[in-house]
């Protein structure tokens, strides 16, 4: 119950085009969705995040979809470049708990 | 605000040695929680500490202890060091626990 999954471990796509990283989750009590982007040497850094209340964010070219009834989010990225090739983690917390998802490897080849 | 910081950056032990990793929170942040990452094995949680005490655990052995002080500084310590230990280990501050601030971690290398 206190496990986040996520997909795809690892992702290659082209330039301009759109990732999609999906998770899902058990605990209904879980009430804040953060996803945190990696980059190589340095700690994970908090991207975007959504409650459950709204089922869509977006910040820039990044958005997170948020589908409440099946418990599951994902996070997309609109016109993608090379530089957001990283590690992106989804995350969920509520009751004093935060569960991270397994990681996406994500590539983008110009 | 300067970030959180972790030293060492780089150690490298042998087994059965000790090792002792320091964490600086934000500054105001009473939340400090450490992972273990390791290639293929996502974050693991190790333990959360908020006002010296310890909150939450991972599933981590005995080995794996922590302590937080007055001023929200943080010390992780791993006795008798496996080769398995070889990781990454990350160090995140938080107001209350929800978002997390991360360091840029501790590159541990067991030998």
């Known amino acids: 119950q206190q496990q986040v999954k996520q997909s795809p471990q690892s992702l290659i796509v082209q330039k301009g085009g759109i990732p999609i990283i999906n998770c899902a989750y058990e605990?209904?009590?879980?009430?804040?969705f953060p996803w945190y982007q990696q980059f190589p040497g340095k700690g994970p850094a908090l991207l975007i995040a959504?409650?459950?209340?709204?089922s869509e964010k977006k910040e820039g070219r990044f958005t997170i979809s948020f589908n409440k009834s099946a418990k599951q989010f994902s996070l997309h990225i609109m016109d993608s470049q090379p530089g957001d090739s990283a590690t992106y983690f989804c995350?969920?917390?509520?009751?004093?708990?935060?569960?991270f998802g397994q990681g996406t490897r994500l590539t983008i080849n110009p | 605000k300067a970030g959180v910081t972790q030293t060492p950056r780089y150690l490298i032990k042998t087994r059965g040695q000790q090792v002792t990793l320091s964490c600086s929170p934000i500054?105001?942040?009473?939340?400090v929680s450490w992972y273990q990452q390791t290639p293929g094995q996502g974050l693991q949680f190790l333990f959360e500490?908020?006002?010296?005490?310890?909150?939450n655990k991972g599933n981590f052995p005995g080995r794996f202890s922590g302590r937080q002080f007055s001023n929200s500084r943080s010390e992780m310590n791993v006795s008798t060091l496996e080769l398995g230990d070889s990781a990454l280990y990350l160090c995140?501050?938080?107001?209350?626990?929800?978002?997390?601030?991360f360091g840029s971690g501790t590159q541990l290398s067991v030998l």
């Open positions: 959504i409650r459950p209340d709204v």
């Open positions: 500054s105001g942040h009473r939340s």
């Open positions: 995350a969920a917390t509520g009751a004093q708990k935060l569960v």
């Open positions: 995140a501050s938080s107001l209350e626990g929800l978002i997390l601030f």
């Open positions: 605990n209904t009590a879980f009430d804040y």
């Open positions: 500490y908020f006002s010296e005490t310890q909150r």
